[in-house]
């Protein structure tokens, strides 16, 4: 057996989450865990192989996370964004993690508004008005998260044509170790 741990963090500004439940879906032999004030949560005895982590918090959407874990003894920086509820509504939400091997990955969005509109560090959007999409994270030291939001109701105009997201290496490093 090993060890899983990692940070809770809000999607939207990378800010820790304290008091978030984790625990191994569909099996009662593990201990649910809270993370603590840094937002860090730990999970020993857990056995190899594929489980899914179940993490949720107060005003944030439930988070379930599929994880191969291996024959390794101990998995560090395991780290889990959530969303607030409010986000979720009406918004399609795209959250950019990785594992610290490369220390900024960016998250970009191509709206097919007539432009394309390009959203990215350079060019934050708007979710209030067009191109009705908006980066509310840009985080360039470690871990992300990166978070873009599309917003999607009534009297908002859903553009025709591709949305389109990629990843861009601003760091050092091979983007496939990066895990995002």
Do not use: C
Not at 6 to 35: C, E, H, K, L, P
Not at 136 to 164: H, L, M
């Amino acid at each position: 057996t090993g060890s899983i741990s990692g940070t809770i963090t809000d999607a939207s500004d990378g800010a820790v989450i304290s008091g978030a439940t984790v625990y191994v879906a569909g099996d009662q032999s593990y201990t649910q865990t809270t993370s603590n004030a840094s937002g860090i949560y730990t999970m020993t005895n857990v056995v190899e192989g594929g489980i899914t982590i179940k993490v949720s918090a107060s005003t944030y959407t439930s988070q379930d996370v599929f994880l191969n874990y291996g024959s390794k003894l101990a998995l560090t920086n395991h780290n889990i964004s959530l969303i607030k509820q409010a986000f979720g509504s009406n918004n399609y939400v795209i959250v950019l993690t990785w594992n610290g091997t490369i220390l900024d990955l960016d998250a970009h969005l191509y709206v097919p508004d007539g432009g394309p509109t390009e959203i990215f560090t350079g060019s934050q959007g708007d979710i209030a008005a067009p191109p009705w999409a908006q980066l509310d994270n840009d985080e360039t030291t470690g871990f992300g998260p990166e978070t873009i939001r599309i917003k999607q109701s009534a009297g908002v105009p859903f553009y025709n044509g591709s949305y389109g997201f990629f990843v861009q290496n601003s760091g050092a490093g091979n983007i496939t170790a990066s895990e995002a």
